[in-house]
């Protein structure tokens, strides 16, 4: 049978979700914890791949086993796992259901903190510059990518799509009461490699006036890369909000 598990984890100490030789990540050490609880080789199939150090306050992976589980399985797995990965459900869906392909919508957020707090240091990206970027421009530069369906500006060079184009169903930028802090909200059917990140870069240096907005415009119009390209740090993001058809 085929089974969906919802989790949640903190990607500071991880190379990203996927396996990679010789480091570790979020993908083998459930894949080590199934195996071990269950006494048999499980491979997990991930809703999405997030990069080092970015974490996921939502996710979703599937995976199949024929057997019975144990006793109270959900709460030995968790005692197995590490503390900054937790399971909250496992369920079964149908045979031909998949983590990644049948998602619809994905979100992420990315949050920024202008007061140096050092429980936050790696779970908020600390903006330790005098002068904070403009609310209107961020606003504005985040409104503008609601107007184009392809993103080639913003994705990776090292990358392997076959396409550019993503649905984005929300762009915007919340400020917190107190102007101590704030958070990027994007929402798509779809992400590139290094989309989000090189987003919030770009609105950052849109409100910093580093970047003309226009040239952003120009950049998406075109299908060019941005003259100026900042990626943001990992710390500050988090996957979320993922949903199917099948799913409430």
């Not at 992400?191 to 409100?207: E, S």
Request: one cysteine or more; hydrophobic letters at 35%.
């Amino acid at each position: 049978m085929r089974y969906f598990a919802e989790l949640a984890y903190l990607g500071t100490r991880y190379f990203g979700w996927q396996i990679q030789p010789g480091q570790i990540s979020v993908q083998e050490t459930l894949e080590r914890a199934f195996s071990t609880i269950l006494q048999k080789k499980i491979e997990v199939v991930g809703c999405g791949r997030t990069d080092t150090g970015v974490h996921a306050s939502q996710y979703f992976l599937h995976f199949d086993f024929s057997g019975e589980f144990p006793p109270y399985f959900l709460s030995r797995i968790n005692k197995f796992l590490p503390p900054d990965i937790a399971l909250f459900r496992i369920f079964p869906v149908a045979e031909d259901a998949h983590a990644r392909f049948d998602a619809y919508h994905r979100a992420y957020e990315y949050r920024i903190h202008f007061r140096k707090d050092p429980f936050q240091q790696n779970t908020s990206y600390y903006f330790p510059y005098p002068r904070h970027p403009d609310p209107d421009k961020l606003q504005a530069a985040a409104r503008l990518l609601l107007d184009f369906e392809d993103f080639y500006p913003f994705c990776k060079s090292n990358h392997d799509s076959q396409t550019y184009r993503c649905t984005l169903h929300r762009s915007e930028w919340v400020l917190h009461p107190g102007h101590e802090s704030m958070s990027y909200h994007i929402a798509a059917n779809r992400f590139l490699r290094g989309m989000v990140r090189l987003i919030v870069g770009m609105c950052l240096n849109v409100g910093l006036e580093k970047l003309p907005l226009e040239t952003v415009r120009q950049a998406l119009e075109k299908q060019t890369r941005l003259g100026r390209s900042t990626s943001a740090p990992p710390e500050g993001l988090y996957l979320r909000d993922i949903r199917y058809p099948f799913l409430d």
